[in-house]
């Protein structure tokens, strides 16, 4: 059974206290050990979720943080992360796995920081109706699971909306992203992976309302 082993969680609580270059050299042979335990866990999930969607690339971040300029020079991350893209152009949204601990993991999907014509066509479409997206996000299951959208937002309107709209909440948005904590108990059970694919299940109907939006005007005829 493919799990997260406790050591990549306890390797990293170690690191935030000894976040050097002297002390990650001396302990890299052990976190290149666990770090192919979890690539296993990542490998797996990309398995699960091509049984039930496409998805043509897993990509897992490297642990070495760009601080070229960042305030912060502490030269690793202390987290593993990995992203699932789902197949381009007709699917659109994306997955991700994050694994840091004291209860810090979750995942997210969604679209972060969606390029500039996306953004603009998403807009429109919630200023013409949102009443989809508003069934979708008030369906009690995803509730449990998701909660609240989440993600950066402009002060009051975009310019050329009305910022008295009745759908401003979502037209404001400047990301649409859901996300799902896990406490460190959680990561670490034998039925992790299986509640993650169960929840990137879940988010399914709102990738397929979005991919079926970004890949239409606003006429619903089909741009691909």
């Known amino acids: 059974m493919t799990t997260v082993p406790d050591s990549a969680l306890e390797f990293f609580r170690k690191l935030e206290k000894n976040n050097n270059r002297e002390w990650f050299t001396e302990k890299k042979a052990e976190f290149k050990k666990i770090e192919a335990e979890v690539k296993k866990v990542y490998n797996e ?18 642990i070495y943080r760009d601080v070229r300029f960042s305030k ?3 030269p690793y991350k202390t987290h593993f992360g ?3 893209h789902r197949k381009k152009p007709e699917l659109r949204g994306g997955y991700y796995l994050h694994i840091q601990p004291n209860n810090e993991s979750f995942i997210a999907t969604g679209f972060w920081e969606p390029h500039k014509d996306d953004l603009l066509r998403i807009r429109k479409e919630f200023e013409m109706d949102a009443s989809e997206m508003r069934k979708i996000m008030s369906d009690k299951k995803f509730r449990s699971i998701w909660g609240e959208l989440v993600g950066d937002e402009v002060k009051t309107a975009p310019k050329g909306f009305d910022k008295e709209h009745e ?8 990301m649409y992203i859901f996300t799902r904590k896990f406490t460190d108990k959680e990561v670490t059970s034998n ?12 988010i399914r109907p709102f990738f397929n309302y979005m991919s079926d939006v970004l890949t ?3 006429n619903g005829e089909s741009l691909i």
């Not at 759908?167 to 400047?174: A, E, G, Q, T, V």
């Open 45 to 62: 999930i990309y398995n699960n979720l091509n049984k039930h969607d496409e998805v043509d690339k897993l990509k897992m971040f490297r």
């Open 72 to 74: 912060d020079k502490t």
């Open 82 to 84: 990995g992203s699932f």
């Open 167 to 174: 759908n401003i909440d979502l037209i404001k948005k400047k």
């Open 191 to 202: 039925n992790f992976i299986n509640t993650v694919d169960d929840s990137f299940k879940t």
């Open 216 to 218: 239409t005007n606003l």
